[in-house]
């Protein structure tokens, strides 16, 4: 049977920012490195006003159905790719299943630094790899993979759509304030996204690219996440 896990210990990245995505605030500042700060006089000037793009019909509908799609999905495996483009490169990957109902399971890669969750009813319980599981005594953020994506996808403003063999490819943009709202981080600017989708219109692929303050640093960040097998994840389970 896990252990308690004792009080005051931080195993898991609790922000949505971190779990849905990989990444932090504090890990943005830490990964631009040395940078000289402005004089206190010294005001930054604001970001461009930028108009929102005009959907596509055509892009609009698939969306409406990818939505109601996935919001019918039981079970998926994902995956998800993080990356940080300042002076240094910074790389996040998330691995795991989602059974509705059941649980989340997942494995968070930052660096060199891994760390396991199971979420289910009964509890949470998390190790950092090679290690020992620890049940907590207080449950906290873990990813919620479909929240995210619906998220993304209720936010977004589609502007193209190509079809291919049955399967599609949206385009659009997400406001900054629909980007705050699904936990990526943003600045002013809207974020880039790209949508692919299954015969069955439930969703394959969801690309992201925004930018973000790091300190006084505009840092680029691009989220990649994969969503298979769908009805066919593995029950989840306590750990032993």
């Known amino acids: 049977m896990p252990r308690a896990h004792r009080a005051g210990a931080r195993p898991l990245a609790a922000p949505l920012v971190v779990v849905a995505l990989g990444l932090t605030a504090a890990g943005l500042a830490g990964c631009t490195g040395s940078s000289t700060s402005p004089p206190p006089s010294h005001q930054p000037s604001p970001a461009p006003s930028i108009s929102p793009p ?6 609009a509908r698939a969306l409406h159905r990818a939505i109601a799609e996935t ?3 039981r079970s998926y495996r994902f995956a998800a790719t993080t990356s940080v483009a300042a002076n240094q490169a910074v790389r996040t990957t998330i691995r795991g299943r989602l059974v509705r109902g059941n649980g989340v399971a997942y494995r968070l890669v930052v660096g060199k630094h891994r760390t396991q969750v199971v979420r289910i009813r009964r509890g949470t319980y998390v190790r950092k790899v090679p290690g020992r599981w620890s ?31 049955g399967r599609s490819r949206i385009e659009g ?12 981080p943003t600045d002013n600017r809207p974020a880039s996204v790209v949508v ?33 097998g769908f009805g066919h994840a593995r029950h989840i389970v306590a750990p032993v």
């Open 54 to 59: 005009s959907a596509d019909r055509t892009a």
């Open 71 to 73: 919001s019918k999905v």
């Open 135 to 165: 049940r907590l005594n207080h449950a906290r953020a873990v990813v919620n993979p479909t929240k995210t994506l619906l998220a993304v996808l209720r936010g977004l403003i589609p502007t193209a759509l190509t079809s291919v063999g």
């Open 173 to 184: 943009r997400l406001a900054p304030a629909a980007a705050k709202k699904a936990g990526i």
């Open 196 to 228: 692919t989708l299954d015969r069955a219109a439930r969703v394959t692929l969801l690309a992201v690219s925004t930018s973000t303050k790091a300190g006084t640093n505009s840092v680029t960040v691009t989220v990649r996440s994969t969503y298979r």
